[in-house]
């Protein structure tokens, strides 16, 4: 689908620990606007489906990216 809105929110530092091993990833957070019509899950191979949720209808965090809830905190006010 193409982007009708793209903005970027900030980017995090995310340490973390990968089978026994310390990682150190970049993470870059864009609030995108797209037609929800035109979007195709192409990597089905990675990605059971794609789904959309309300912030307030969110999935329990066992289904969730491991780094999620800390964006949505941290970003919460140009979310919406």
């Not at 620990?17 to 957070?29: A, C, E, F, K, R």
């Not at 969110?58 to 140009?78: A, G």
């Amino acid at each position: 689908a193409e982007a009708e809105m793209c903005e970027f929110l900030g980017y995090d530092d995310v340490h973390r620990d990968q089978d026994g091993t310390p990682t150190h990833w970049i993470s870059l957070g864009f609030k995108v606007l797209v037609d929800p019509v035109e979007v195709r899950n192409t990597e089905p191979d990675m990605c059971d489906d794609v789904r959309w949720f309300t912030m307030d209808d969110l999935p329990e965090d066992s289904f969730l990216h491991s780094q999620l809830p800390k964006f949505l905190e941290r970003h919460k006010d140009k979310l919406g």
